[in-house]
């Protein structure tokens, strides 16, 4: 296999290899590539159950989620009260989809079963400053940070 004009910037695993610079997909030995009309930019990568889920780092930041079975879109979140600024990082654990946004240093929780938001998370206490990459387990949500100032 020959993949040209690829850069993958995250990569997430289930059964399939999901990689980022258009939206690759390699399965089985060979690849085919997804560039959905709403993929804008994508940064971030996570795969939970059948979805796939893409942060959209473009002019208006978005989430997409894909159906991870035939590669189709299934929805883009994109509503203002999501405060998606900089989305570069996601995670999904337990029904929820995290999504680091770097550029306003906040996370915002979103129903992975409908896509609305659940809260954003971006009180000064939460300390977040160029958040840099998210994970999430359970009930459990883990943000790294590079900004200094403590």
């Known amino acids: 296999m020959k993949l040209i004009n690829l850069t993958p910037l995250k990569v997430a695993i289930v059964g399939s290899l999901y990689a980022l610079g258009l939206l690759l997909c390699v399965q089985s ?4 590539s997804t560039s959905a009309d709403q993929l804008f930019s994508p940064t971030g990568i996570t795969v939970s159950g059948g979805h796939v889920w893409v942060t959209n780092n473009g002019i208006k930041g978005s ?5 991870a079975s035939n590669d189709s879109l299934v929805r883009v979140i994109d509503a203002a009260a999501d405060n998606f600024n900089g989305p570069n990082y996601i995670a999904v654990s337990g029904g929820r989809v995290w999504v680091m946004n770097r550029g306003g240093d906040s996370v915002a929780e979103l129903n992975a079963s409908n896509g609305s938001l659940v809260r954003v998370i971006d009180a000064a206490a939460d300390k977040f400053n160029t958040p840099t990459g998210i994970a999430a387990s359970g009930a459990h949500v883990w943000v790294t940070n590079y900004g200094y100032g403590y």
């Open 29 to 32: 030995g060979s690849a085919a």
């Open 63 to 67: 989430v997409a989620e894909l159906n």
